[in-house]
């Protein structure tokens, strides 16, 4: 199983970037999968999800963020719009069922 993320940079308060990770080793269809994010010095925290009920968000992206998944490329999408200096962290990709995580992406919001 391997998850590798990217997609990460430095954005001006207000703008977007699109967060992508690949995964490879299982059926990306088959799992739910999961965005979290670490900012310095605080936990780890669960951004958004995505599986067969649909798709999760944390309270303070809802509306701005979108998790999606492209089976076909058997990718896993973080489409961040309107991004706040307090989205700054490292951005991972997770697969619960299988206590798998990627290398993380930073993403930095700052003018």
């Known amino acids: 199983v391997e998850l590798v993320e990217s997609g990460g940079g430095l954005v001006q308060p207000g703008g977007s970037l699109r967060l992508s990770c690949r995964a490879s080793g299982f059926d990306l269809s088959t799992r739910t999968m999961s965005w979290y994010r670490q900012a310095s010095g605080k936990e780890r925290e669960k951004v958004a999800g995505v599986g067969s009920a649909g798709t999760t968000y944390l309270a303070s992206v809802k509306g701005r963020f979108t998790i999606s998944r492209d089976i076909a490329r058997d990718t896993v999408h973080l489409q961040m719009n309107s991004l706040k200096p307090e989205d700054t962290a490292v951005y991972y990709c997770?697969?619960?069922?299988?206590?798998?995580w990627g290398k993380g992406t930073l993403v930095t919001v700052s003018s």
């Open positions: 997770h697969v619960p069922s299988m206590n798998s």
